[in-house]
Structures are given as structure tokens and as C-alpha cells.
């Protein structure tokens, strides 16, 4: 039997790492990667500002990073993962954004005939979001 242990998780970090994970969102399709997730969704700036208010993609986003914040809590109160620190959050976030949710969504990349440069950008912050996540989530327990 798998020991989620719970009583272990400090339920203050699920909300937190929530939103941290819309920070890094909004860095990263602002200022870092912003003009190049534009491009590859073909779209101009005035574009993205004329689609109208984006408040109902945002929810449904920290809705999805709730649920990807609580996963990473769940797994790092097992006991293989307790007491590993920020080092061993931030690597169990690595592993699952890499392994767990890139390979779990680069297939939709494939068949929808998207560029390996568009799954990139997503993954990026996928990545950073994860690791700063898990890191956060490593130390305060």
C-alpha cells in the first residue's frame, strides 16, 4: 500500500503554489517568451489585446495549476520524498513536468501538427513553474 501520508502535507503550499505557478505564467508569456508564443500562434499583439478580456482562461488556468500543485504536494508527503529538501522538490518537479506531463502532452503537439518550437515555449514554463513549485514545497512543511 502507497503511504500518502496526508497528515503530512502542509495544505497552505497547494493555494501557494498555485499561485506562484500563474506568476511564472505571467513572465513567461510576457516579457520572456511572449512575442515568441505570439508568433507561433500566429497572432499579433493588438490581436491578443482585441480577443477581450482573458479572466475566463486565467481561472480555468489556476484552476489546472490548484490541481498540478496539489499532485506535487501529494507526492512529495510520501515518505520516499518527505524530507528532501528544496534540492529534492525542486528535482521531483523537473522529473514530473518533464517526464510526466511533457510526455504525457507532446502527442497532442504531434497530431495537431504544432512546431516542436511552440511545445518548447509551453514546456518552459511548465518546467520553471514545477521546479520552483517543488522547491517551495520542500521547504516549507
Partial sequence: MVDIAIQNINWLTIPAGAVLYMLVGGL???PVAGKA????????????RAA????AAMGK???AAFFLSAGLAFILAMPAFRDSGWQGGMMTGFIIAVLIIGG???PNYAFENKTLR????????????MM??????GVWR
Fill in 28 to 30: 513567461w508569456y510576457g
Fill in 37 to 48: 508564443w505570439m508568433a507561433e500562434m500566429g497572432m499579433t499583439e493588438d490581436e491578443l
Fill in 52 to 55: 477581450g478580456n482573458p479572466a
Fill in 61 to 63: 488556468s489556476f484552476i
Fill in 104 to 106: 504525457g502532452t507532446f
Fill in 118 to 129: 511552440h511545445f518548447l515555449i509551453h514546456m518552459g514554463c511548465v518546467i520553471i513553474a
Fill in 132 to 137: 520552483l513549485m517543488g522547491a517551495m514545497m
